[in-house]
């Protein structure tokens, strides 16, 4: 809950002029009834002058209409303005506020590989009850293997809405956004993400509202300042500065595709740059070189992390995904571009993101000291050496990071809008972020931004007509706006497709299965398994809130997202062997390894394939066999 007051909880708004209330000024000429003029001319009386016509008796009554009729619309807008600003009477929204604070607040900062997540995790063991909670299922998963290894079984459970491992255990690992309100002890884990503009707000949540006896905060220590103000209602607080445990050296010399060794991390920041980089590291190791990104089904990357932990895998090329927290048993990390895109625009690695990532390298216990460096002769990618280093020192914690200066962000409640019905939420939503500011500003907190919500919603009430109005109340659009299905485009047509078979199953309309669970694919590329995995994904985020459309549930979704985590783990090692070399196929010139022929060569025949190559990942699949071939089989099929 963000805003505590019980005026609001209650619906109630502060006073306002009605935006769609006809505004009271004079009518236009065209409208109004015309008085009857005569048009003859008439003369003085003898001895006076005829009144000169100055230009302002000259303009046209509609201009003075339109006139008054902005000045009006202006006051109007005025007087909105000043209701959103007003307060009633004891009702302006206030920070959370919760019943009882924690006894005890332990901060952990500290660099990468210093210790920090394992002492919280001891002490959740010898506490035997809490929550674990991080923001991605892969570090989820890791501290529940580890603590039920050294716990009798049943004591500790996996929630990762994916995947549920006795979720009602003491102990229970999840990721940020299934962490229960309360608990006995909190560890929560890569804590400075409470800054990330998208995910921040769950951090938030959990930090000032979050009823536990003990809280054990992990963060780097750049983001203690922004942290500390968020548990200030708290009994003690302790800080525990932790230091690396390993060496971590800097390569002053790139280092060339065929002298990179075994336990080496190779990053890129996209989807086509990994496998460019991987197909020129397969030709030195053909078959030992493994690709690690987020499009990718947690259950191949789970497999693609074991196998390069048990060295099945010389080299994995990654995105900058293994820099949040996953452990894997590197010597090296190199950096094959130092460019990322951030959603915005393509800019430099922050020291901060660098360090994150270059701090996998030398795991305390996994392997000894590590080193980072960069890699070179990659066609289209040049790294920073320098930025590296900058990197290195950061993870070292010989200099302090930058870390973005970002305020936590709040996001509402339905029950913080005060909005009675449907067609009510994007105002309510726009009031709510205008009271917010008012309520928050010099605070140690933001209100986060809530067009995305609105957007939402404005997309959703079109449909609530004829018969989907009668389901669509307040409750269920609010639940299909904050289903956790990505609004950025293309996926916003995939977002409100199931929000509509969503309402049709409500009102007792068919719903066709494929449109909500689309078939494994019979043959194709890893994209082609990766875009039906993600459907997986959706339809199992959408199956969670409401069971049964289509005749569906979350093991159907299940059952697809495996079967398309198995065929790409199958073609992996295809594709990555027929990405691009980085020659032009015409005339030899050195290009980016993400495309076939180089610019003079492609223009006659038109462009050449885009980045990426021109074969598809891994290239086009026979038929596999089994129950891939057709549609998926009944549920009793599947044993």
């Known amino acids: 809950m963000i805003l505590a007051s019980p005026v609001l909880l209650r619906g109630q708004a502060a006073p306002r002029a009605d935006s769609r209330t006809p505004i009271r000024g004079p009518l236009l000429p065209e409208t109004a009834p015309q008085p009857s003029v005569s048009r003859r001319r008439v003369r003085p009386p003898a001895g006076?002058?005829?009144?000169?016509?100055?230009?302002?008796?000259?303009?046209?009554?509609?201009?003075?209409?339109?006139?008054?009729?902005?000045e009006a619309a202006r006051l109007a807008a005025r007087e909105e303005r000043r209701a959103q600003q007003a307060w009633v009477e004891d009702a302006a929204p206030e920070?959370?506020?919760?019943?009882?604070?924690?006894?005890?607040?332990?901060?952990?900062?500290?660099?990468?590989?210093?210790?920090?997540?394992?002492?919280?995790?001891?002490?959740?063991?010898?506490?035997?009850?809490?929550?674990?909670?991080?923001?991605?299922?892969?570090?989820?998963?890791e501290a529940y293997l580890k603590l039920a290894a050294q716990l009798p079984p049943g004591a500790v459970g996996l929630s990762t809405g994916e995947e549920e491992v006795d979720p009602f255990a003491p102990i229970v690992c999840c990721t940020v956004e299934k962490a229960p309100m309360?608990?006995?002890?909190?560890?929560?884990?890569?804590?400075?993400?409470?800054?990330?503009?998208?995910?921040?707000?769950?951090?938030?949540?959990?930090?000032?509202?979050?009823?536990?006896?003990?809280?054990?905060?992990?963060?780097?220590?750049?983001?203690?300042?922004?942290?500390?103000?968020?548990?200030?209602?708290?009994?003690?607080?302790?800080?525990?500065?932790h230091r690396r445990l390993s060496r971590l050296d800097v390569l002053h010399a790139p280092v060339r595709a065929r002298s990179v060794r075994p336990q080496t991390l190779v990053v890129a920041f996209s989807r086509k740059a990994v496998y460019a980089v991987a197909a020129e590291l397969d030709r030195h190791r053909p078959g030992r070189v493994g690709v690690l990104y987020g499009a990718l089904p947690p259950a191949t990357r789970r497999e693609v992390i074991d196998r390069f932990s048990t060295?099945?895998?010389?080299?994995?090329?990654?995105?900058?995904?293994?820099?949040?927290?996953?452990?894997?048993?590197?010597?090296?990390?190199?950096?094959?571009?130092?460019?990322?895109?951030?959603?915005?625009?393509?800019?430099?690695?922050?020291?901060?993101?660098?360090?994150?990532?270059?701090?996998r390298a030398g795991r305390y216990g996994l392997t000894g000291h590590g080193t980072a460096g960069v890699l070179a002769g990659v066609a289209g990618l040049s790294p920073s050496l320098a930025l590296v280093s900058a990197g290195a020192e950061v993870a070292r914690?010989?200099?302090?990071?930058?870390?973005?200066?970002?305020?936590?962000?709040?996001?509402?409640?339905?029950?913080?809008?005060?909005?009675?019905?449907?067609?009510?939420?994007?105002?309510?939503?726009?009031?709510?972020?205008?009271?917010?500011?008012?309520?928050?500003?010099?605070?140690?907190?933001?209100?986060?931004?809530?067009?995305?919500?609105?957007?939402?919603?404005?997309?959703?009430?079109?449909?609530?007509?004829g018969p989907l109005g009668a389901v669509g109340d307040l409750q269920t659009v609010w639940r299909l706006v904050s289903l956790p299905i990505d609004y950025d485009p293309p996926r916003r047509t995939r977002w409100l497709v199931l929000a509509r078979a969503a309402l049709r199953h409500a009102a007792g309309l068919p719903v066709r299965p494929?449109?909500?669970?689309?078939?494994?694919?019979?043959?194709?590329?890893?994209?082609?398994?990766?875009?039906?995995?993600?459907?997986?994904?959706?339809?199992?985020?959408?199956?969670?809130?409401?069971?049964?459309?289509?005749?569906?549930?979350?093991?159907?979704?299940?059952?697809?997202?495996?079967?398309?985590?198995?065929?790409?783990?199958?073609?992996?090692?295809?594709?990555?062997?027929?990405?691009?070399?980085?020659?032009?196929?015409?005339?030899?010139?050195?290009?980016?390894?993400?495309?076939?022929?180089?610019?003079?060569?492609?223009?006659?025949?038109?462009?050449?394939?885009?980045?990426?190559?021109?074969?598809?990942d891994g290239g086009r699949r026979g038929s596999r066999s089994g129950a891939r071939q057709g549609r998926r089989p009944s549920r009793s099929g599947r044993g």
């Open 95 to 141: 920070l959370p506020v919760r019943e009882t604070p924690p006894r005890s607040v332990v901060f952990h900062l500290g660099p990468t590989n210093s210790g920090k997540t394992y002492e919280s995790l001891q002490a959740l063991a010898a506490t035997g009850s809490g929550v674990y909670a991080a923001p991605l299922r892969q570090l989820a998963q």
């Open 311 to 359: 060295g099945e895998l010389d080299v994995l090329v990654t995105t900058d995904v293994i820099g949040h927290g996953i452990n894997v048993p590197a010597t090296t990390v190199l950096f094959a571009e130092t460019m990322k895109y951030d959603g915005t625009r393509m800019r430099p690695l922050r020291s901060w993101e660098a360090a994150q990532i270059a701090g």
């Open 182 to 241: 309360r608990g006995e002890l909190l560890v929560l884990d890569e804590s400075h993400w409470v800054a990330d503009p998208d995910r921040g707000h769950h951090w938030a949540r959990l930090l000032l509202t979050g009823e536990y006896r003990e809280m054990h905060v992990i963060s780097a220590a750049e983001a203690h300042p922004t942290l500390a103000p968020l548990v200030a209602d708290a009994g003690q607080v302790d800080v525990v500065h």
């Open 514 to 616: 494929e449109l909500v669970l689309p078939d494994v694919p019979v043959d194709g590329g890893v994209e082609d398994f990766e875009q039906a995995a993600a459907a997986a994904r959706d339809a199992q985020a959408l199956l969670r809130q409401f069971p049964g459309v289509a005749d569906l549930d979350g093991d159907d979704a299940a059952w697809v997202e495996e079967e398309c985590a198995e065929a790409i783990s199958e073609l992996l090692p295809h594709a990555i062997a027929l990405s691009g070399s980085g020659t032009c196929s015409s005339c030899g010139t050195s290009i980016a390894p993400w495309v076939s022929t180089c610019r003079p060569c492609s223009a006659p025949r038109g462009r050449g394939p885009g980045r990426g190559g021109g074969q598809r």
């Open 397 to 465: 914690g010989d200099r302090p990071s930058d870390l973005p200066d970002r305020l936590p962000r709040l996001r509402p409640e339905l029950e913080d809008l005060g909005a009675v019905e449907a067609a009510e939420l994007p105002e309510a939503l726009v009031r709510w972020q205008a009271w917010a500011r008012a309520a928050t500003r010099g605070q140690s907190v933001t209100p986060d931004d809530v067009s995305e919500l609105v957007l939402r919603v404005e997309a959703l009430l079109p449909l609530l007509r």
């Open 48 to 70: 006076q002058r005829a009144p000169v016509r100055t230009t302002a008796d000259r303009t046209d009554p509609r201009d003075t209409a339109r006139d008054e009729a902005r």
